[in-house]
């Protein structure tokens, strides 16, 4: 842990050195390709471990989702493995009430919506506009299926509505960037769920880095050009998360890999006068947290109820908390905390962040997906996943290994093109 801690403050201290040796190009496409050395089979491993890794962060938090450290531990003990949830359906939450251990919320379907996005596309290159139409055809796809629900029966047009309301704020964004309409963009995006920063492109990113593996700086710039619903630096959040999802996908990966894939600044956020970078400052707030931290306690004792590094941790997140949970700085600070904390153990940050609450199926979805690629499939842990899977696919109809099927085989033959 004391090398990772070394590693990631000569990246801060470097990054002002060598900011401008990173190319800078105008067509994305043109960034090369890279050898991952992974094999098809490693290569589905990784896609696969990408996108269960995420499900489990997420059905792991879906219990709790929001919910004060207090009450998680009043209802649920320290949560340390998949649990049933007792909760309503709602858009952005579980569509079925009340479901079992392993159930997910919209994280898992965004992963399942971006994967459907993929397949359509030449990967060398993705087209913004297309993300936005897809996306928009989805939502109109769920109006017209509210349109056709025979009869007044409210579970079938509560069903319907829960689908249509989950794009809603998105469709509103995606119509007039698909028509052009400029200033009814910038007018969308600034209602955007309020006008909060809200965590959009997060939510998807992950799999767009699972797509360039070994490549953090094309996974960065394609992440980028899809990030169109996030507001200011939440861009830079996003494409950074794809960015630690690619390198963790190379060959032999360490955590160092992981933290070197943070350098990458090809839109020049290091050089905002007066501001800076704010993801760089985020960094160094959770290495800071981890640091001191880590001087609490043995290492054996850090992930148990009682630690006084895991509450000191706890405690910073704390001070450090926006006005509301799904804030894209917040999340990635709780994001990037965890993984440097539990020493990019895969169990461990989903422990971390579930039991520090907030939007916590977000965080374990986000850390799941990039920790999920990184460590692939064949080592996340052999109960959740194989939980998540059937609950995915017997309860939700989203086939997870279906799609790191038809998504392996799509990378591998833009690859030979």
Known sequence: MRKIYVLACCIILSFSCNRNKIERVSEENKLPVIDSGLSPEE????ILGMLVGSAIGDAMGAPTEMWSRTDIDLQYGFVETLDSMVREASPEGIWIPNLPAGGTTDDTRWKELTVDYLLSQDISSLKTKDFAQFIFDRYSSYVNELKL???VDPSAIEKATLKLTWLQEWAKVSQPYISGNLDGYADSLSRFYGGEMVCAGLLYSPTIG????ANPEKAYAEAYKLSIYDIG???DLSSLAASMTAAGMKKDATPDDILSALRIDPRGYYESRLVGRTAQKILIDALLIQKKSMELDSSSNRLTPKSKALQFAFEELDSKQ??????AGEIYLQVLTAMLYADFDFQGTMVFLVNYGRDNDTTAAVAGGILGAYVGFQKLPEISKNKVIQVSNEQLGIDLKELAKNLTSHVLKNKKS
Do not use: N, S, V, W
């Open 210 to 213: 699972a797509i360039y593996p």
């Open 43 to 46: 290569l589905e491993d990784k």
């Open 233 to 235: 630096y939440a861009r």
């Open 149 to 151: 629900t025979e009869g």
């Open 322 to 327: 926006q006005d509301m949970p799904f804030h």
